[in-house]
């Protein structure tokens, strides 16, 4: 009898503990160029200047059972900023915008994750941009997980925000109309 009990416990406990969910950690796939930081700001208010960051890297824990428990994590090389014009990009590192030598990254620390429902989450967290650390809400839509040709397992997260450029104390004039630019974000992270 009391083997019997021991092992209907233990089997008891097994099942509990194999269907308790984890988080899985996942590292951004930047080697592989399969995520991107873009940007875009209204130029004069006539049309759209677009660009991007070259140079990132960052890390994501996801679970499908608690979304709400999600972390991200991401830094960003500022002096790697490319809006195909090297002048312009010369002058968008220099003090009057990011001022690269003296702020050489960018970070984004999530601070809490928000499922909406059908993919859709509020992604909340610290960004510090020029010195400056404020808390930004990004919206995000859950693109799609599997394993993929290599081997590897891959989930992937695509992101939208606006930021106000004089909110980082980038307060150069670039006229009324140009004031906010906007982020576009694409994850692709390889499950570690």
């Given at each position: ?48 200047l677009?660009?991007?960051f ?35 990009d ?92 906007e ?10």
């Open positions: 009898m009391k083997n019997t009990v021991t092992y209907t416990l233990g089997a008891g406990l097994l099942l509990m503990l194999s269907s308790v969910s984890h988080a899985a950690d996942y590292m951004i796939d930047t080697k592989g160029a399969h995520a991107f930081v873009q940007f875009q700001i209204k130029h004069l208010g006539y049309s759209w677009v660009g991007r070259n140079t990132f890297n960052g890390e994501f824990s996801y679970d499908e059972a608690k979304p709400e428990a999600s972390k991200v994590t991401v830094t960003i090389d500022t002096a790697s900023i490319d809006s195909n014009h090297a002048e312009r010369k002058h968008l590192r220099n003090a009057d915008f990011l001022d690269v030598e003296k702020f050489p990254q960018a970070t984004f620390v999530s601070t809490g994750y928000k499922d909406l429902g059908d993919g859709k989450g509020e992604l909340k967290g610290d960004l510090t941009l020029h010195g400056v650390t404020r808390p930004i809400t990004i919206d995000v839509t859950h693109i799609g997980a599997g394993d993929d040709p290599w081997g590897g397992y891959r989930r992937g997260f695509e992101g939208r925000t606006t930021l106000t450029l004089a909110d980082y104390g980038i307060d150069y004039n670039l006229g009324p109309a140009s004031k906010e630019v982020l576009w974000l694409g994850v692709e992270g390889i499950r570690q």
